[in-house]
């Protein structure tokens, strides 16, 4: 049996539990956009991401926190020690949920729902934290277990009762059927995953294509022989920034400070690409507008690098690239992503060296050190000064 554990709307609920004030109160956080809601807020119709006027239209009363990213971060490490101490197999999802594998656990912890109680007990005692877990035989259908369980619940399928469960619950529950793959779904009366569940895969592979069709036919089922992986790699290191109301008449930001934004993000970014030994090939700008929507913009590099300078230089080049679309829509977040990343963090140098690279290196070296000794925000960029960078979930994708 496999557990999903899922924080309670993480970001809100550190702030209510370190503010007692907050507690039982409608509380946002967040600059631009809603990061986090609390479930006081979201029982007005407040979602994530959501303009942060419209969700204090949605709910006048609400209680507007900024991020902080440092707090979260500790209460992450915090409940993942926890689990850790219930069981050696844990597969980090992201920093507020994860996979829990349990059931060689029986004759020492007891059972799956005794473990899984235990659990959130100590999450609750130890970290002052709301969690909802998700017990079931697959992975995939784990997840789905503590989305309905939520808020602070705990909610089990047991065996033989798999799609009995499943196949009442909307497409929309099944991994991979967004927006778009539900509304093609729905045009052919296709409602709920039992109704996937009674097309033959050829049918949903001629509908959606070879790949989907097969992978939402098998879900359909319950068909996930995945296990819980303690030793995936990611394939991206990456983190993203909300922007807050900019200075300029009409709302939007200046250049200089999108362009500093960036340039702090790749400083995290290739912080934590040195720390883990990955140098990357691939860098990712991802966007998002005043309209909600998105964009994406990717280069390659000829060689791998970790480099700060090497790597900002190209997130600059597309950033400028995009600039009609952001002039047109509005800039409301930043990120970006460094993927093809290597094992060992292996660079190769090129013919001649180049000295001025080599420099960069000392350089990133020199900063890494005097932020592991200080803290982070020991040494900060000119740019920076007098600015507040307000992250969102970093992208740690796979």
């Not at 971060?73 to 101490?85: G, L, N, T, Y």
């Not at 909610?155 to 497409?171: K, Q, S, W």
Request: proline letters at 5%; one cysteine or more.
């Amino acid at each position: 049996m496999i557990l999903h554990a899922d924080l309670d709307s993480f970001y809100a609920s550190v702030e209510q539990r370190d503010d007692p004030a907050l507690r039982g109160r409608p509380v946002l956080v967040g600059g631009g956009v809603v990061l986090a809601a609390s479930y006081e807020a979201k029982a007005f119709g407040v979602r994530t991401p959501m303009a942060l006027g419209r969700a204090r239209a949605l709910c006048p009363q609400a209680i507007v926190v900024p991020p902080r990213m440092t707090a979260y971060a500790r209460a992450s490490r915090q409940v993942f020690e926890i689990f850790d101490d219930t069981t050696p197999i844990v597969e980090p999802l992201s920093i507020d949920e994860a996979f829990l594998d349990v059931d060689g656990l029986r004759k020492i912890r007891g059972g799956p729902v005794e473990i899984a109680q235990r659990l959130r007990a100590e999450v609750r005692e130890r970290a002052g934290l709301p969690i909802t877990v998700g017990v079931a035989g697959t992975k995939f259908l784990a997840k789905v277990a503590s989305g309905a369980g939520k808020p602070d619940g705990l909610l089990v399928v047991p065996p033989g009762e798999e799609l009995a469960f499943l196949h009442p619950l909307p497409v929309e529950k099944l991994w991979g059927v967004g927006p778009v793959t539900a509304a093609k779904l729905r045009e052919r009366q296709i409602h709920t995953v039992g109704h996937v569940a009674r097309i033959g895969e050829a049918a949903l592979v001629s509908m959606l294509g070879a790949h989907a069709g097969r992978h939402l036919h098998a879900l359909a089922h319950n068909r996930d022989p995945r296990r819980v992986d303690t030793g995936h790699r990611r394939g991206s290191i990456g983190a993203q920034c909300a922007l807050g109301a900019g200075s300029r008449r009409d709302g939007s930001h200046s250049e200089e400070h999108v362009l500093a934004t960036l340039a702090a993000l790749v400083d995290r970014v290739t912080r934590r690409m040195r720390r883990a030994h990955r140098a990357g090939r691939t860098v990712t700008v991802r966007l998002r507008f005043g309209d909600f929507s998105r964009a994406t913009r990717s280069r390659s590099l000829l060689k791998a690098t970790m480099g700060t300078e090497a790597i900002l230089r190209t997130a600059e080049d597309l950033l400028r690239e995009a600039r009609p679309i952001i002039a047109e829509r509005g800039l409301t977040l930043v990120g970006v992503a460094v993927s093809n990343l290597d094992g060992e963090g292996n660079v190769q140098l090129e013919l001649p060296f180049d000295s001025a690279a080599k420099d960069s290196g000392g350089l990133d070296a020199a900063v890494d050190r005097v932020r592991d000794r200080f803290g982070a925000g020991a040494l900060r960029r000119a740019a920076m000064i007098g600015r507040d960078l307000s992250p969102s979930v970093p992208l740690l994708s796979d």
